[in-house]
Every structure is written in structure tokens, then in C-alpha cells.
């Protein structure tokens, strides 16, 4: 382990339709640096999650994934736009990257 770095025993559980890691009715028993035996309550899917420290999200992360996210979503509006507007290219092939570049986009 290196510091701050914790392992959570978790399980599989599905609500509404969807499911997510919890750590309810699971527990770290025992085991060191290299393993970790876990205790769970009951039957299910489990794992061994790594629990890393929070750290406030920086300004220049933030900074940096909206810029990028903003330039990928231009990108693919103009892909799509020149797709539907050079339809001397059309062809199967630019119509599969068309309905990719769509799906991207939403």
C-alpha cells in the first residue's frame, strides 16, 4: 500500500434498475501491505476497491477538462456538419463514422 491508499471491501448491489459498489455488510478483516481477507454478510459479486485520499480538485484540472471538453465538442459538430453537407463522399463507411461522431456528441 502506498500512503493514504486504504482497500474497501465491497459488493455488487442493484436498485432500480442499476447498481453500484457499496461497502454495506462487507469488512477488512485482516492482511497487510500485499493482501486482504474480507468478511461479508451475505452472497453477492465482491471486490477489493483502493480508497484514495480526497484531494480538492484543482483549478487548472478544471480549467483544463472544460477547455477540452468544449474543443472535442466543436470538433465533432463540424464532423458531423461536413459529413451531412459533402454528400458527394457518402458512402457506408461515412455514414458509420456520422452515427459514431452523433453517439460521441449526445
Known sequence: LRAGEE?????WMTTDAKG???TF???RVGGDAFYSICACTHF???AILMGLPHDTDSF???VVTYVGMSVSLVCLFLAILTFLLCRSLWSVS???HMQLS???FT
Open 44 to 46: 453477492s459479486t465482491f
Open 94 to 96: 461515412v455514414s458509420l
Open 20 to 22: 453500484l459498489w457499496t
Open 102 to 104: 452523433i453517439c460521441l
Open 60 to 62: 487548472a484540472l478544471t
Open 7 to 11: 482497500p474497501l471491501c465491497v459488493s
Open 25 to 27: 455488510g462487507c469488512q
